[in-house]
Structures are given as structure tokens and as C-alpha cells.
């Protein structure tokens, strides 16, 4: 009886530990902002700190931008090789594992697609008679043909 009581407070335990090694983990990083830094906000948006006040920080996210956010709403602080790889789009260094070559994206579409005579074309877009109503008149309803409306 007295065995489950115990398994379940070691739970909650190694629970707890693990959300506090993580917290302090958050708070570390945080501290280790500086003016210059490049951040990523828990919302996803890139920016530059500018200022850090006890709770407060404020990032620079646009040029001449200035936006003042929580010291919690920090989700990474960035290495400069990345922050100007996302941002600025910057090429890897020869050293590391990624490799760009070429365009990463084309132009234009039409690299995409083979060239075909038929594809000039322009397609019919017009309705076409079914073979059983090929010869035979619209139906009339009530003195109109199918798809007039009474609307002026």
C-alpha cells in the first residue's frame, strides 16, 4: 500500500528536477545577452538587442525599430554566424556542413517545366454538349429556358 505513495513522489520528483534544470537553463542564456546580440523572440521574430533592463529588454527589429519585450519572451539568443546567416542571408563559411550551390531558388517558373509544343496551345474552356443533348432544344419550364432568372 505504502509502495505506489512512494513511486509516485519520486515521479513527481524527477519531474520537478527536470523543469528546474531547464528554467535555470532559459535564465542562463538569457543573462548571456548582451547589446548586439542577435535574439529569436518565443514568437519567432529575429532581431538585435539593443538595450537589457532588470525585466526588460529591447530589440532593434527593423533599422530604427525599437520594440521593448520581456526578458521571457527571449526564446534563443543567436551566435553571429547564425543570426547573420538568417537574417541577412549570408552564405556558410567554407567550413561548415552546409553547402549552397548555384540558385537555391529559380528565377522563374519556367525552369520547371519542360517546354512542349502542345502547352502553347490554349486550352478550350468552352462548355460542350452532351451527346444526348446535342440535337435536342433546352428544356423550357414555365415560358424559360433552363438557367433564366425572373431578375431584371
Request: proline share 3%; glycine share 8%.
Given at each position: 500500500?505504502l509502495?505506489?505513495?512512494i513511486?509516485?513522489?519520486?515521479?513527481m520528483?524527477?519531474m520537478?528536477?527536470?523543469?528546474?534544470?531547464?528554467?535555470?537553463q532559459?535564465?542562463?542564456?538569457?543573462?548571456?545577452?548582451?547589446?548586439?546580440?542577435?535574439v529569436r523572440?518565443?514568437?519567432?521574430m529575429y532581431?538585435?538587442?539593443k538595450?537589457?533592463?532588470?525585466?526588460?529588454?529591447?530589440?532593434?527589429?527593423?533599422?530604427g525599430?525599437?520594440a521593448v519585450y520581456?526578458?521571457?519572451?527571449i526564446?534563443?539568443?543567436?551566435?553571429?554566424e547564425?543570426?547573420?546567416?538568417?537574417?541577412h542571408g549570408?552564405?556558410?563559411?567554407?567550413?561548415?556542413?552546409?553547402?549552397i550551390?548555384?540558385?537555391?531558388?529559380?528565377?522563374d517558373?519556367s525552369?520547371l517545366?519542360?517546354?512542349?509544343?502542345?502547352s502553347?496551345?490554349?486550352?478550350?474552356?468552352?462548355?460542350?454538349?452532351?451527346p444526348?443533348?446535342?440535337?435536342?432544344?433546352?428544356?423550357v419550364k414555365?415560358?424559360?429556358a433552363?438557367?433564366?432568372?425572373?431578375?431584371?
Amino acid at each position: 500500500m505504502l509502495l505506489p505513495f512512494i513511486v509516485l513522489i519520486g515521479a513527481m520528483f524527477l519531474m520537478t528536477r527536470s523543469a528546474k534544470k531547464k528554467q535555470a537553463q532559459a535564465v542562463e542564456m538569457r543573462n548571456q545577452m548582451q547589446p548586439g546580440s542577435g535574439v529569436r523572440t518565443i514568437g519567432g521574430m529575429y532581431a538585435t538587442v539593443k538595450e537589457i533592463g532588470d525585466d526588460t529588454v529591447t530589440l532593434e527589429v527593423a533599422p530604427g525599430l525599437h520594440a521593448v519585450y520581456a526578458k521571457n519572451a527571449i526564446g534563443a539568443v543567436l551566435s553571429d554566424e547564425e543570426y547573420n546567416r538568417i537574417v541577412h542571408g549570408d552564405e556558410a563559411d567554407a567550413d561548415s556542413d552546409i553547402k549552397i550551390t548555384g540558385d537555391a531558388v529559380p528565377d522563374d517558373v519556367s525552369s520547371l517545366t519542360e517546354k512542349d509544343d502542345a502547352s502553347d496551345a490554349k486550352a478550350d474552356l468552352t462548355k460542350k454538349a452532351e451527346p444526348a443533348e446535342a440535337g435536342a432544344e433546352a428544356e423550357v419550364k414555365d415560358g424559360k429556358a433552363d438557367g433564366d432568372t425572373d431578375a431584371k
